[in-house]
């Protein structure tokens, strides 16, 4: 009980002397500069035992740990990163600060160490707080002049420093600037949003503190494009003058600058043209002297660094003359068939008329017979003999006369070409055989033969001449290819060529047994969310073929591309769907049959619609995640099914398809359903059944709610549907179906078709029984008429004869009806009986 008495009055004690120690401490000092000032930090120094004793003075800013001043007598001074040369000691232990800095605002220490005192005796010094008062200034501050457009937003940027931290002031048009409901003031900027005419002036930013005021002022304008106000016009003149295109524009800002292009190519690469050519500041154009090839579209395009640029075109019609470009020295006329005597006129305006000479004398080709006048001017011979043979001149005229005439054209008359062997229209023969394919012919001057491929794709860029080099060779102008292999498949022609004429005939080779050729006239169509790829099947190889669509984002590697199967089999279009919209992808198709996967097409890149397409379905911003796989596809480096997994499309999600029923056909099922209740439109709908593992698909089936499809065999199923939006976006799942079927349904269709065929084999033998009864019994009737003509013309003359009416003495005609009866009877009975034998079936 004592200790703890003890306890508590030590407690006492102790914070009796802790306060009153408080009480002792003063207040630390606060002083005030203003910025580029003077300034003295006071610190009273205290010897010990008031005896002067050696002694260092250290000052310390708060925040930095090294000294920013040290001080003892006898060595030079020490002063801190930023207060060289500011420094210094003033009385015995104060620190003078000149050129006072914003940053050297704080909390300041004054420590005093004597050195003939142990290191743990109190130490001399004090605390002080230095305040810099600074006018303010700005940080950032908006431009001088801002344009802008009416509707838009405009931030005006504004933001000051100073000590203390000034306040910022806005004012429009010298007016105090007030907040509203498109009017926001912000700390460190004004921001305008949908900007009016009437928010168009002058701002000034004000930024205030007891220090001072400084002020910035911005224009607001109204800013547009440059427009084209006097666009140029359709000239016409005649070679050598001067012709002149006004381009007048007005913008704000008015730095206007102009640019002119020739058939879309600007002037200053044309050097051609560029010599001939000055453009003044205002956007005029001049061309002097003109030149035949100046004709052509020139375009005047404007632009102030505002908007889209604006332009306007006009045409340059340069006349002149008609002239001849060309005078061929010799030119050949074929024998006995039609011919061309060429010449190669240019003008503008077209010509009117060319005259001939034929031998230095005036030809008229109206008053020779078999001669005709083409439109461009040359002569037709429509059957050429050796009085067409001669030398030729011509010279054009137009409204402007003529440049002149021709040199002389030496006209030959020679026997054209033609062939002595043709190869056949078609050759099929198998890969890794050799193919011969035979070509003659004869003319004056000899022909050259030479073999050429033509290219199977008309609008491919490649070279569809070129021979298997290594394989092909030709001899007496007969093509060998050994080694046939699939890309031999195609369409060869054999040209027999002299100075007379060309001529041309082809043969198709058909090289069988191969993977099929590339798919050939892809084209894509896009939407936003889906592409529908169309082409045209290639060579198929022999062998039905099958195709499969790979396509990836644009620029990506090869390890991106993601297949689909095309489905129905053989189908040439196909819809791709779950695709990003607004980007850029690359499609090629792969034929494939049962020999292996063919060739690809051209890779075609294409772009979908924009989220916001005009012409698309979108019309809500729901998303839904959509995953198609394809069973058994692979991509290259994959080793299993692909899943083709696209970015969320846009649309609305179609509900779930409903009242799913699967009922048993002969060859398979028959599937029926209802559609969403919803009322979002269907594109499609997709059938997933399952019969292992592993879900498979049969679709997309459009228009109808019911899908018959064929199964090979029996076991157990289970069958779901989804439905599809125009956008691609699909439904959840319906409920799944399951059905079980016994039997193997190969099995079961050949049992049926064995009793069908035994069905019809006994039906046709009934008809067979029956058309022979029929025979039979008009056989008969005809035998029996005709012993009925026999017996009255021996008979009935005599009975007549005598008593004048019929004979009363019987016909034989009775028993031959019994008989007939009787043998009907026996066939029927026994057909009776064959019927009860085939009953079972």
């Not at 910022?168 to 921001?191: A, F």
């Amino acid at each position: 009980m004592f200790l703890k008495k003890t306890c508590q009055l030590l407690a006492i004690f102790v914070c009796l002397w802790a306060i009153n120690k408080g009480f002792d401490q003063e207040d630390p000092e606060h002083v005030s500069a203003v910025l580029g000032e003077d300034v003295t930090l006071k610190c009273e120094l205290k010897y010990p035992e008031e005896k002067p004793v050696p002694y260092v003075i250290q000052w310390q800013k708060q925040g930095i740990k090294i000294p920013i001043y040290i001080w003892y007598d006898g060595y030079p001074p020490h002063a801190g990163d930023g207060y060289e040369g500011r420094v210094s000691l003033a009385n015995e232990a104060s620190l003078n600060l000149t050129n006072v800095r914003e940053s050297d605002q704080g909390w300041y220490e004054c420590k005093v160490y004597f050195l003939n005192r142990p290191p743990d005796s109190p130490k001399n010094g004090t605390w002080m707080h230095l305040s810099v008062h600074a006018p303010p200034h700005f940080k950032t501050k908006p431009l001088d002049v801002v344009y802008v457009k009416v509707g838009e937003s405009v931030s005006l940027p504004c933001e000051a420093g100073g000590t203390p931290p000034p306040a910022l002031i806005w004012y429009k048009d010298n007016l105090p600037l007030e907040e509203s409901r498109t009017v926001q003031i912000l700390p460190t900027e004004l921001r305008i949003s949908n900007l009016r005419q009437t928010d168009i002036g002058d701002y000034t930013c004000m930024a205030r503190n007891r220090e001072g005021t400084v002020t910035t002022t911005t224009k607001v304008i109204v800013a547009g494009p440059a427009t084209i106000v006097l666009p140029p016009r359709n000239v016409t003149k005649l070679e050598g003058d001067r012709a002149e295109f006004i381009c007048e524009a007005k913008a704000l800002p008015t730095n206007v600058t102009h640019r002119w292009f020739h058939n879309g190519v600007e002037i200053s690469q044309l050097s051609w043209l560029e010599t001939r050519t000055t453009a003044r500041g205002d956007g005029t154009l001049f061309i002097a002297p003109t030149s035949a090839e100046d004709s052509g579209k020139l375009t005047c395009e404007v632009t102030n660094g505002i908007g889209t640029p604006d332009t306007a075109s006009a045409y340059l019609s340069v006349e002149y003359p008609a002239r001849v470009t060309y005078s061929p020295t010799i030119q050949y006329l074929p024998l006995g068939l039609s011919g061309v005597v060429r010449c190669y006129v240019q003008a503008s305006p077209p010509f009117q008329f060319i005259t001939w000479t034929k031998d230095r004398r005036p030809f008229d080709p109206n008053a020779t017979p078999g001669v005709v006048t083409l439109n461009n001017g040359s002569l037709l011979f429509q059957r050429v003999t050796h009085k067409h043979q001669g030398r030729y001149r011509c010279t054009p005229y137009n409204i402007h006369g003529t440049a002149g005439t021709s040199n002389v054209m030496e006209v030959l008359v020679r026997e054209p070409p033609m062939y002595t062997m043709k190869p056949k229209e078609m050759y099929q023969k198998p890969v890794d055989s050799e193919i011969k394919l035979p070509c003659e012919g004869i003319g004056q001057p000899k022909p050259a033969i030479t073999w050429r491929r033509v290219s199977p794709n008309p609008n491919s860029i490649a070279d569809g001449s070129k021979l298997p080099r290594e394989r092909a060779m030709i001899r007496g102008g007969n093509l060998t290819i050994r080694g046939l292999k699939k890309e031999d498949h195609g369409r060869y022609e054999c040209v027999l060529e002299n100075e007379i004429a060309t001529l041309v005939t082809s043969t198709l080779l058909l090289v069988e047994r191969t993977t099929p050729h590339a798919p050939t006239n892809v084209t894509v169509n896009t939407s936003t969310v889906a592409a529908t790829l169309t082409w045209l099947p290639a060579y198929d190889g022999g062998h039905e073929q099958t195709y499969v669509i790979w396509y990836r984002l644009a620029d990506q590697g090869d390890s991106d591309w993601r297949t689909i199967r095309v489905y129905p089999d053989g189908a040439t279009t196909f819809t791709v769907y779950n695709l990003q919209a607004d980007t850029e992808y690359d499609f090629q198709v792969l034929s494939r049959n049962k020999l292996g996967d063919g060739m690809f097409s051209p890779i075609i890149r294409a772009k979908t619609k924009s989220a916001d397409y005009v012409g698309g379905s979108i019309s809500s911003t729901e998303t839904v995640g959509v995953t198609f796989t394809s069973i058994g596809e692979k991509s290259s480096g994959n080793s299993g099914p692909v899943t083709t997994e696209a970015p969320t499309p846009a649309g609305p999600t179609p509900g779930m398809v409903r009242n799913v029923t699967v009922t048993k056909t002969t060859l398979g099922v028959r599937i029926t359903w209802n559609p969403p209740a919803d009322g979002v439109p269907v594109s499609h709908y997709i059938i997933e059944y399952k019969h292992d593992i592993q879900w498979q698909r049969w679709g997309p089936i459009k228009d109808v709610t019911f899908y018959e499809a064929k199964l090979q065999q029996g076991g157990k199923y289970s069958f779901r549907i989804l439905a599809y939006s125009d956008a691609g976006v699909a439904s959840a799942p319906s409920p799944e179906v399951k059905l079980e079927i016994h039997g193997d349904l190969q099995d079961r269709n050949r049992s049926k078709a064995i009793t069908a065929g035994v069905v019809g084999g006994i039906l046709f033998f009934i008809a067979a029984i029956v058309l022979s009864v029929c025979a039979v019994k008009i056989c008969n009737k005809r035998k029996r008429r005709k012993a009925e003509k026999a017996y009255m013309m021996v008979t009935c003359p005599i009975a007549d004869a005598r008593n004048g009416g019929h004979s009363h003495g019987g016909s034989p005609v009775p028993l031959k009806k019994y008989k007939e009866s009787r043998i009907s009877s026996i066939t029927l009975l026994n057909f009776r009986r064959i019927l009860h034998r085939l009953s079972p079936f």
